[in-house]
T-cell receptor, first 113, second 112 residues
Framework: EAGVAQSPRYKIIEKRQSVAFWCNPI?????LYWYQQILGQGPKLLIQ????????DSQLPKDRFSAERLKGVDSTLKIQPAKLEDSAVYLC???????????FGEGSRLTVL | DAKTTQPTSMDCAEGRAANLPCNHS???????VYWYRQIHSQGPQYIIH???NNETNEMASLIITEDRKSSTLILPHATLRDTAVYYC?????????????FGQGTELSVKP
């Protein structure tokens, strides 16, 4: 079974530039999550989708972060404009919701200079 | 959301059992205890979860106290590959709405 795919693996940008991350969940997984993990900390939930609808985006900084999952499969997370404190690993996860067992991708590491 | 408390770090000798404690004294009756681990430079990996009863799978055992205020994850024969950060999480909500909120976790070092 193919796992959660994320790209790019690494991205370096300057502050005030924009960046987009892509996630392809495991086939058939209706729930998709984006987490932000700053070095030395646990992952922080940014947004949760159920199919193509948003379940929870209470921790998403909506002035600069946006996410979409238009067809209920792939998802894109965008940051515009980026700040230094956005340097982190962005993790995508998917689940067959009821079990709470999330499958994580390897993450996209963002460095903002 | 119920909060969890874990030791920051622990060491374990290779081949011995690793016992990782977690305190969740404010857990509610319908909240599950989940354990994940994160090996360096990888995404977190699901290990096991439970509600009241002890659980065992091919990776680990989960022991939950009768009052549900604490639990212990047991890796019966730790190997060097088990070196990772282990997260104990109380899952809020039910079914599709439940979300996982990660804390700081316990950094387990398995030594030869």
């Amino acid at each position: 079974e193919a796992g959660v795919a994320q790209s790019p693996r690494y991205k370096i940008i300057e502050k005030r530039q924009s960046v987009a991350f892509w996630c392809n969940p495991i086939s058939g997984h209706a729930t998709l999550y984006w987490y932000q993990q700053i070095l030395g900390q646990g992952p922080k939930l940014l947004i949760q989708f159920q199919n193509n609808g948003v379940v929870d985006d209470s921790q998403l900084p909506k002035d600069r972060f946006s996410a979409e999952r238009l067809k209920g499969v792939d998802s894109t997370l965008k940051i515009q404009p980026a700040k230094l404190e956005d340097s982190a690993v962005y993790l995508c996860a998917s689940s067959i919701s009821r079990t709470g067992e999330l499958f994580f991708g390897e993450g996209s590491r963002l460095t903002v200079l | 959301d119920a909060k969890t408390t874990q030791p920051t770090s622990m060491d374990c000798a290779e081949g011995r059992a690793a016992n990782l404690p977690c305190n969740h004294s404010t857990i509610s009756g319908n909240e599950y205890v989940y354990w994940y681990r994160q090996i360096h430079s990888q995404g977190p990996q699901y290990i096991i979860h439970g509600l009241k009863n002890n659980e065992t799978n091919e990776m680990a055992s989960l022991i939950i106290t009768e009052d549900r205020k604490s639990s212990t994850l047991i890796l019966p024969h730790a190997t060097l590959r088990d070196t990772a950060v282990y997260y104990c999480i109380v899952r809020s909500g039910l079914g599709q709405g439940g979300k996982l909120i990660f804390g700081q976790g316990t950094e387990l070092s398995v030594k030869p």
